[in-house]
């Protein structure tokens, strides 16, 4: 196949993972006219339930992810924890966008800080950590407090650990089972920050606005744009993600995550070679969401206008919100403004995302304002905020 013909409406995309982004791709890819078989150990996934095809099998199961790959025209992902080997597979049968560099690199922490450094991207002062020895050396050269992460499969604040004085070198080592890891400094931090790009087969390069992040227990509370935060720090922000995904050949969407310190500084901190959390509020806010974007950089089709309608903001819904029963959708789908999505997900847990809320409005801070109120409404006289 030529990588570089279109992939037009009426074929088949595919998708590993089947979580809440690859449901919203597959909602978006839908509404153009494409077909989406989706892969992932699960079955009955928010993705699946609006996908043509459901593939259920383990992600080291070969034969099975050849055989996904033989039903489609192009795949993607929707989560970087999708294993290399899987990804190799896909990318042997059929067009891999974003590709399997970019995975490797998002999937492993200290693969990421070494990327960054290596072309000149800010980033806090980090050393590798393979043992004990290896951490207390690092404590003495990044100091304290520092933030122990694990190189592989943490997300939303899993594998960390707070280490604010040297003593504590051996209990944090414990505490992350003694895995490869990351020794990043703490960064006493002003803002935490987002960029939402697509680039396309020809180079094409789209950002949104920058967004601006609020999180609660290491998890995306809320995100809002545009960020208030001067031009030029925006500016930087979008330039640095251009160097990313030019350096890393990304074909899709890709999210850097900064920190903005009091001193004006932009740091990265991680990617995310997908659609993002943050950019959710993008399908009620924008001309063209993230899900449309990835859908037409995986395809070979122009970008679209990733324009901001009117400022906006996303309100994450964690499981915490059911404790005592059914949330109150009435009483908040009586507000004028506010939009709901709900991902399908069968069991709410404490901390697991099952939906947001957005709402547009005549600043970004009242548009944030909206939201979080309406998500008070939704624990009712029963569910107090926690």
């Known amino acids: 196949?030529?990588?570089?013909?279109?992939?037009?409406?009426?074929?088949t995309i595919?998708?590993?993972?089947?979580g809440q982004l690859g449901r919203m791709l597959a909602l978006a890819a839908r509404r153009m006219g494409y077909r989406v078989h989706v892969f992932s150990p699960e079955q009955d996934t928010p993705a699946g339930q609006v996908s043509d095809r459901e593939f259920s099998a383990p992600y080291d199961d070969l034969d099975a992810v050849r055989a996904f790959a033989g039903t489609v025209d192009a795949i993607t992902y929707e989560f970087e924890n999708v294993p290399a080997a899987t990804a190799a597979a896909c990318a042997a049968i059929r067009p891999l966008r974003p590709g399997v560099e970019a995975l490797q690199i998002a999937q492993n922490r200290l693969y990421e800080k070494r990327f960054f450094a290596a072309n000149g991207l800010p980033i806090t002062p980090f050393a590798p950590v393979s043992n004990l020895a290896?951490?207390?050396?690092?404590?003495?050269?990044?100091?304290?407090?520092?933030?122990l992460k694990t190189a592989t499969a943490g997300y939303d604040g899993k594998g960390q650990q707070l280490i604010t004085q040297t003593g504590q070198a051996q209990a944090s080592w414990e505490a992350i089972g003694h895995a490869p890891a990351v020794l990043e400094g703490y960064v006493h931090f002003a803002q935490e920050l987002s960029v939402i790009a697509a680039r396309g087969v020809d180079g094409q390069f789209v950002p949104y606005d920058l967004f601006a992040n609020t999180?609660?227990?290491?998890?995306?509370?809320?995100?809002?744009?545009?960020?208030?935060?001067?031009?030029?720090?925006?500016a930087q922000a979008v330039d640095y993600t251009q160097v990313v995904m030019e350096q890393l050949d990304v074909i899709g969407v890709l999210c850097v995550e900064f920190f903005l310190t009091a001193d004006g500084r932009l740091l990265l901190n991680e990617i995310a070679p997908r659609p993002h959390n943050s950019g959710h509020l993008t399908v009620d806010a924008c001309l063209t969401s993230q899900f449309e974007q990835q859908l037409r950089a995986v395809c070979g089709l122009p970008l679209g206008d990733a324009a901001c309608l009117q400022p906006a903001a996303m309100a994450n819904l964690l499981g915490d919100l059911w404790q005592n029963g059914e949330p109150d959708w009435a009483s908040v789908l009586r507000l004028p403004g506010i939009k709901l999505h709900l991902y399908g997900k069968k069991e709410a847990r404490p901390g697991r995302?099952?939906?947001?809320?957005?709402?547009?409005?005549?600043?970004?801070?009242?548009?944030?304002?909206?939201?979080r109120q309406a998500r008070q409404r939704l624990r009712g006289k029963m569910n107090p905020a926690r």
């Not at 595919?14 to 089947?18: A, E, K, M, P, R």
């Not at 744009?225 to 925006?234: E, L």
Request: net charge negative.
């Open 1 to 11: 196949m030529d990588n570089t013909s279109p992939i037009l409406p009426g074929a």
């Open 14 to 18: 595919g998708i590993l993972g089947s």
């Open 134 to 147: 290896e951490l207390q050396q690092g404590l003495a050269t990044v100091g304290c407090p520092a933030i």
């Open 215 to 234: 999180h609660r227990r290491h998890i995306l509370d809320t995100s809002q744009t545009p960020a208030a935060v001067p031009a030029s720090i925006a």
């Open 353 to 371: 995302k099952m939906g947001h809320l957005t709402a547009l409005a005549d600043s970004a801070a009242a548009a944030a304002g909206q939201v």
